[in-house]
């Protein structure tokens, strides 16, 4: 077996993924709608050897958002951004975000073998079930479905979808299941991967079987070591049963890094980053509408939700002020941990000469997903001991501003990790498949008796 | 005397009257980025990629992937993507559409296409349906991806790094659309596409796609084998336009045309009614569109060779510079997106606010 090697993929809300990085000096704010902008950070990051750009997606819009999740707001329909960042690239995968609940396979299996031969094997389905409840709306449906609708839907949707890519004139389709009646076949070519790559994201025991049955990559979104060791022993312990083989399922949590050349300066940016963020009055410690990613319920961005979460009453202190080391002592266990990963962050305390304040909490408290803060070794650190405990495969990183933190990563980081030889130097293939190390897979309908 | 034309170059490889040579792919990326740029320099107006997804046989990639693909690849060609509105969600194809108007910086146009000229329910799980639902649907559709369309005011943005405001939400406007086959509540997730609307075509064959035409699109594909025939379309869609209170020049009418370039004698006979066949010699071919320009007021011609790509390229190299000579071809002019080379206004958002009246200037 050959050696285990990272994987990279950039998250590409191209305002940056923190919710305040379109604010930092250097960013683009009308990033999303630039798609020479978008050519050039997606070069970067292929000049780095990336496996792939991913284009996350909703299929909503709600100017609420806009303190939360700008960059999610609006944004080119992925499958036009992706074939246009194809054809300024040579090498990079192409993750393009699509829902089967609002889609129609005959469709999908069409735009994706198309982005695959256009971009001469470099397409991927991000195969989601849907985070926004509000697409509904959008698609004249009463309601969001429930999980179990959602990935029944799914499941057939993706055996169509394959069964699409292999059809001929031969073996046409003639798909008749619960939901989908699809004669074929597929009018576009066999792709170039055979079947492009397919990523998931998701958490339910659904997303887990489904993951484990049809996946190639899974994105996923645990923020603690412990948490994420924990998803990736269940989902790789599902493959087996779907005759595979768990190197066959690259598993790659999100992961936002601020780097720069010294712990130092990185600490700043993040300090800087967050200064930004609009934060709420004392008072309702209930959970506020939509903070961080996907479109869950947040949580209230003051210190009575700080209050509620650490057992102890911070309400209404002044938010610069140092954090008294009493509330540390009193705190609940969810708050000591609290305490630990702002400090780990940060490198504030509530004793020394740097001192932890209450804004710290509020902010500590609201961020979601893993993140690391450091120069290049502490960030590397990091990334390898994630990889060395199997906790990931790789990361899709999350670049908190644009595209300075793209360029920090792979200015860095990259090169200390290739140092290490825990990321290759190179491509070794032109197709995303090549990259994961994948086979091109045969076809699934027995055609082969034709040939 | 005739004005000068437009030219539109239909891609349709492998469909209708459309094959191609061997040594073109149109799969390949290579093959199409240099089809596209050589119609840019011969100075085509648009590049319309069209699609089919009831016929069975392998031939192309989608459209609005290949016209994405081929935006930045390009500088001034307008791309025109064909989605039938029969198998398709309108939220979908609106962003779609909208998508590779921002890609393009304004060169987007969507044909819309129906299951009347492409029947595929088999693929989608749907019975066959009569021609009026088909269109009730293109209707429909269209109706919601005008409205997604203004659903951002061009100045929703306010991208404020010293405040923090991100958007103007009362710039941004649910359109609460309920209709017989669909209920959208919007607003679209892009921002107003350069053009404001992105440019609408369609293919007129008949009463009822001249109707549609008429009352919708920007751009009218007049299909038909004589100058009579064609006529009469043109007449059919300017009853349309009017009809709804469209003004005639709010339409841009092109007559589809192949080109059989050759020794006179050597003319194929033609297999199809839905286009004109023009053969013989450059000079002879350039003779028949001025007789046809000078029968029928056209803005300009969709140009369809037999085959790809040694059609075009006899057409770039022997009708072009004649149609120059003749002064019979319109060229870019400076103009940036497709509605300033077509000449049609850039369309005023239906959601936006007039400037708030003062009580004394009101009353
Ligand atoms: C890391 C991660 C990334 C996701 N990205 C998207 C996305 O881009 N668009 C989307 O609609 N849903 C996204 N989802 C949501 C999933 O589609 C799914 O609907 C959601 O997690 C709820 O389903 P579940 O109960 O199976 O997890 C993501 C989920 C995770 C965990």
Redesign the interface.
């Given at each position: 077996m050959s050696k285990r090697e990272l994987h990279f993929g950039l998250m590409f809300w191209a305002g940056g993924t923190h919710p305040s990085g379109w604010r930092y000096p250097s960013s683009h704010a009308g990033a999303a709608f630039d798609i020479e902008f978008l050519q050039r950070v997606t070069q970067l990051v292929e000049a780095a050897k990336f496996d792939f750009l991913f284009l996350g997606d909703r299929l909503a819009s709600d100017p609420s958002l806009q303190t939360t999740n700008p960059s999610q707001m609006s944004r080119l329909e992925p499958f036009v951004s992706g074939a246009s960042l194809a054809a300024a690239t040579s090498h990079i995968g192409i993750v393009v975000t699509a829902n089967p609940t609002y889609y129609d396979p005959y469709n999908l299996a069409r735009m994706f073998a198309s982005l695959d031969h256009l971009s001469q094997g470099r397409a991927s389905w991000n195969l989601v079930t849907g985070a926004d409840e509000i697409a509904a709306g959008n698609f004249s449906r009463q309601a969001h479905w429930d999980t179990e609708r959602r990935y029944d839907w799914a499941d057939e949707f993706v055996a169509v979808v394959r069964g699409l890519w292999d059809s001929d004139a031969i073996t046409p389709l003639h798909h008749k299941g619960r939901y989908f009646e699809v004669a074929g076949p597929l009018n576009v070519k066999r792709p170039p991967q055979g079947h492009p790559v397919i990523l998931h994201a998701g958490t339910s025991d659904r997303s887990r079987e489904l993951g484990a049955r049809d996946a190639d990559v899974i994105f996923a979104g645990q923020a603690t070591i412990e948490s994420a060791k924990a998803y990736y022993a269940d989902v790789k312990s599902r493959a087996g049963k779907y005759g595979r083989a768990d190197s066959e399922i690259a598993i790659l949590p999100g992961l936002t890094p601020v780097v720069a050349e010294t712990t130092q300066q990185a600490v700043a940016i993040y300090d800087h980053l967050n200064s930004f963020i609009a934060l709420e009055p004392d008072g309702d410690g209930g959970e506020a509408s939509r903070y961080g990613s996907l479109g869950r319920m947040g949580k209230r961005r003051n210190l009575t939700a700080v209050s509620a979460a650490i057992g102890v009453d911070v309400s209404g202190q002044n938010r610069d002020a140092p954090v008294d080391p009493i509330v540390l002592a009193e705190a609940n266990e969810d708050g000591r941990r609290l305490f630990a990963d702002v400090t780990r962050l940060t490198r504030r305390d509530v004793k020394g000469p740097d001192r932890l304040t209450y804004r710290d909490l509020i902010i500590g408290h609201i961020s979601t997903g893993a993140i690391v803060v450091g120069d290049a070794k502490e960030v590397a650190d990091h990334i390898q001991h994630w990889f060395d405990e199997r906790a990931a495969d790789g990361f899709n990183i999350f670049p908190p501003y644009v595209p300075e933190s793209v360029e920090a990563f792979t200015g860095l980081v990259v090169p200390e990790l290739q140092r290490r030889g825990l990321y290759r130097t190179d491509y070794s293939g032109s197709t995303f498949r090549d990259h994961l190390g994948l086979a091109k897979p045969g076809p699934i309908l027995s055609n082969a008796t034709s040939l | 005397m005739a004005k000068p034309l437009h030219l539109g170059f239909l891609y349709a490889p492998q469909s209708g009257h459309q094959t191609h040579d061997e040594s073109f792919d149109p799969?390949n990326?290579i093959h199409?980025?240099s089809l596209a740029r050589d119609l840019e320099g011969a100075g085509f107006a648009f590049l319309l990629v069209d699609d089919?997804?009831g016929?069975?046989?392998?031939?192309?990639?989608?459209a609005?992937?290949?016209a994405?693909?081929?935006?930045?690849?390009t500088r001034h060609i307008g791309l025109i993507a064909a989605a039938n509105t029969s198998?398709?969600?309108p939220?979908?194809v609106t962003?779609?559409a909208?998508?590779?108007d921002?890609?393009t910086h304004g060169r987007a146009g969507w044909l819309v296409a129906t299951g009347v000229a492409d029947p595929?329910g088999?693929?989608?799980?749907q019975a066959a349906f009569a021609p009026d639902l088909h269109y009730q649907r293109a209707e429909e559709i269209l109706d919601i991806a005008r409205r997604l369309w203004d659903s951002?005011e061009d100045d929703a943005?306010v991208?404020d790094?010293r405040s923090?405001?991100?958007?103007d939400?009362a710039k941004?406007h649910p359109i609460d659309y309920i209709g017989a086959?669909?209920?959208?509540?919007?607003?679209?997730?892009?921002?107003r596409p350069p053009q404001g609307q992105v440019i609408v075509a369609h293919r007129v064959v008949d009463r009822r796609s001249a109707e549609f035409a008429g009352r919708h699109a920007d751009i009218a594909i007049l299909g038909a084998a004589t100058a009579g025939d064609i006529a009469a379309l043109r007449a059919n869609v300017i009853a349309a336009a009017s009809g709804a209170r469209r003004e005639e020049q709010h339409v841009r009418l092109f007559a589809e045309i192949v080109p059989v370039i050759g020794p006179d004698h050597a003319a194929g006979a033609p297999g199809a009614t839905s286009a004109s066949f023009l053969s013989g010699t450059a000079t002879k071919i350039v003779d028949e569109i001025e007789a046809l320009t000078n029968a029928v007021t056209l803005d300009g011609l969709l140009v369809a060779p037999r085959v790809l790509r040694s059609g075009l390229d006899a057409f770039s190299r022997d009708v072009v510079p004649e149609l120059v000579r003749r002064q019979r071809l319109l060229s870019a002019n400076g103009s940036i997106t497709l509605r300033e080379r077509l000449n049609l206004s850039r369309p005023r958002n239906i959601f936006e606010h007039k400037a708030p009246q003062h009580a004394s200037t009101a009353g």
């Open positions: - | 799969l990326p199409l980025t089919s997804v016929h069975a046989a392998p031939a192309r990639s989608e609005f992937t290949t994405s693909f081929l935006a930045t690849r198998y398709v969600e939220y979908n962003r779609l909208a998508s590779l921002h890609v595929a088999a693929n989608y799980g951002w943005f991208r790094k923090g405001v991100f958007v939400g941004i086959s669909f209920t959208v509540k919007g607003p679209l997730n892009v921002a």
